[in-house]
Structures are given as C-alpha cells and as structure tokens.
C-alpha cells in the first residue's frame, strides 16, 4: 500500500476556490491510479474525479465537471484537485485514494478499486 496525507481544506465562501493536495509516500507512485472522493454530512462516500498513472486520461463525477480539475504530479508523488466554483453543496470531507494498476491507460471508479485512502480533509462552503 502507499501512504497518503491530504491537505488544503478549509471554510471557503460558495463562489470560491481551493486547491487539495495529497502526498504519497512508501511505493512508486506512477504505478498508482489516483482518486479523489468525498463524503458529506449523512451520505455514503462517492466519487469525485480520478486521474490516470501517467496523467493522460481524466474522468468526473458530472456535478464537477467543468468546475474542478485533477492532475499529478509523479516526480513530486502528489495528486491534486482544484476546485472553482465551489458551492455549499460541495461541502465535504475529501479523501485521496490509490488504486495500483499495471495497465497505463486504466481509471478506477468504485471504492473497492482503491486499496490506499488518506485520513481525510475537511471543505466546508458557506452560502
């Protein structure tokens, strides 16, 4: 498994933007599809975005699409997402997730996919 820590939650207002960043550490990261979920107040986690190990092939969730954008950087072992246009609706804690995988072109979706999580980071959106 690889380690993962998030960061760059906070409070921001519905209009807003912010910038995760998850760092990994303890396998080849470029062996890693990488993923971002989130998990709001009284619902299940669900999928946000998801990019692929060389970074080439990206997918979201439809209600960010247009809005948020993932990407990574394998020499630094960091995946990121940047959100705009945030809304209260966005309000979670986020979670990066890593799903090891010998095909290049792959994309992950379910939650099973991910063997990997981070302890979570917290975005909060006012209205």
């Known amino acids: 498994q690889v380690q993962l820590v998030e960061s760059g939650g906070g409070l921001v207002q519905a209009g807003g933007s912010l910038r995760l960043s998850c760092a990994a550490s303890g396998r080849t990261f470029s062996n890693y599809v990488m993923g971002w979920f989130r998990q709001g107040p009284g619902k299940e986690r669900e999928f946000v975005a998801v990019v692929s190990r060389s970074a080439g092939i990206t997918s979201y969730t439809d209600s960010v699409k247009g809005r948020f954008t993932i990407s990574r950087d394998n020499a630094k072992n960091r995946v990121f997402l940047q959100m705009n246009s945030l809304k209260p609706e966005d309000s979670a804690v986020y979670y990066c997730?890593?799903?090891?995988?010998?095909?290049?072109?792959?994309?992950?979706?379910?939650?099973?996919?991910?063997?990997?999580w981070g302890q979570g980071t917290q975005v909060t959106v006012s209205s």
């Open positions: 997730a890593a799903a090891f995988s010998i095909g290049t072109g792959r994309l992950y979706y379910e939650i099973a996919d991910f063997d990997s």
